[in-house]
């Protein structure tokens, strides 16, 4: 059981380092948003045209991809 939650953080925290700007992710409250400019802790990311804040990387659920 230890191992398998280990595994699943290993693999989220490679996931959030090979983000970048222009990826397009979920927060784990359920936004989607774009990323901007990648810092050493946090994300700046835009939320809509008018939109823009900075997000913390634990904050992130996962990488979206466009389900049209």
Not at 27 to 36: C, N, P, Q, S, V
Not at 37 to 52: G, H, I, M, S, Y
Request: charged share 35%; hydrophobic share 40%.
């Amino acid at each position: 059981f230890p191992v398998t939650i280990r595994l699943q953080m290993k693999k989220h925290q490679e996931m959030v380092a090979a983000l970048a700007k222009g990826d397009k992710i979920v927060t784990r409250g359920g936004l989607i948003a774009e990323i901007k400019k990648v810092e050493e802790n946090f994300f700046a990311v835009k939320l809509n045209n008018e939109t823009e804040c900075r997000l913390e990387k634990d904050a992130v659920a996962r990488k979206y991809e466009d389900e049209a």
